[in-house]
């Protein structure tokens, strides 16, 4: 799927913050995720997002791997004959999103720490001939699936524990 959500709840909550026992923990996914929005989307998005009353703070995760975004400008032209601007796309390759109990939210982006081609080259190879740098982007590619394919097992396992634990409390792994 592109898009995992989790909610915790109660004492078990507590491993992500202490907020989160009464308030909740939320945990999002996004992968693979390609999209096109035009400006004024964005624009009339604000009137939906204010409110008059103060919301509590969740505290919470959001993870975007592989995303594209491309917003396209749908104001009207000032100049008939102009051909109009160009589409901007936003490509993410992974970038974390929290807030926590303070209410602030930070940014943090991970970025893959690659091999100078010398190293890739001069490693010793044990019986094979070699990595290819053609190869390169193609394991990078094979080395992302399988972190997400992990971080969906340990979710998985969370989720089931939390299940576990709602039968017995004492449970413990």
């Given at each position: ?6 909610l ?43 409110d ?5 703070v ?27 601007p ?20 930070y ?63 004492l449970?413990?792994?």
């Open positions: 799927p592109e898009v995992c959500l989790r915790e709840v109660g004492p078990n909550a507590a491993v992500h913050s202490p907020l989160a026992v009464q308030n909740g923990f939320l945990h999002m996914l996004v992968r693979s995720y390609t999209a096109e929005f035009f400006m004024s989307f964005l624009t009339n998005l604000g009137p939906f997002l204010e008059e009353i103060i919301p509590e969740i505290p919470m995760e959001i993870e975007v791997v592989d995303a594209k975004i491309t917003l396209k400008d749908d104001s009207p032209r000032v100049y008939p004959t102009s051909p109009g160009v589409p901007i796309t936003l490509a993410v390759d992974h970038i974390i999103v929290k807030r926590r109990d303070d209410g602030v939210f940014l943090t982006v991970l970025q893959e720490q690659k091999a100078p081609a010398e190293c890739v080259l001069a490693a010793p190879t044990g019986g094979i001939r070699g990595l290819q740098l053609k190869e390169m982007p193609e394991l990078q590619r094979e080395l992302q699936t399988m972190k997400i394919a992990l971080a969906e097992a340990n979710m998985d396992k969370a989720r089931l524990l939390q299940e576990i634990r709602k039968y017995n409390p449970f413990q792994l």
